[in-house]
């Protein structure tokens, strides 16, 4: 599977955004996805996922009640709506795909990733 990331860009703080993660080469069912993100001189961190079959979601309690994953079977693409979005989100966002049907924020979990898209928050 291949995984393209986009939306990504330059706003202010509270601002929205709203990435994308479209797969090919094969759908997102019985499966689950997931957002990531890094900055420099850091590790990649968990900010989602959701299982595709009944959407049940995980968030990370940095980003609970400002960004939501969702999905759009007939188009075979995830998103992360990111709202009232601060400086401190700003990092490169990747989207993510697993083998089986889970919402762990253990990155080796996840096997197949997409290229990233960056997002810049000013203060």
């Known amino acids: 599977v291949q995984l393209q990331a986009s939306g990504g860009g330059l706003v202010q703080a509270g601002d929205s955004l709203r990435l994308s993660c479209t797969a090919s080469?094969?759908?997102?069912?019985?499966?689950?996805v997931a957002w990531f993100r890094q900055t420099p001189g850091k590790e990649r961190s968990f900010v989602a996922a959701?299982?595709?079959?009944?959407?049940?979601?995980n968030y990370a309690d940095s980003v609970r009640g400002r960004f939501t994953i969702s999905r759009d079977v007939a188009g075979n693409t995830a998103y992360l709506q990111m709202d009232n979005l601060k400086p401190e989100d700003t990092a490169i966002y990747y989207c993510?795909?697993?083998?089986?049907?889970?919402?762990?924020?253990?990155?080796?979990?996840?096997?197949?990733w997409g290229q990233g898209t960056q997002v810049t928050v000013s203060s």
């Open positions: 993510a795909t697993s083998a089986t049907s889970t919402t762990t924020p253990n990155t080796n979990s996840w096997t197949s």
């Open positions: 080469g094969r759908t997102f069912s019985r499966t689950s």
């Open positions: 959701m299982r595709w079959r009944n959407e049940i979601a």
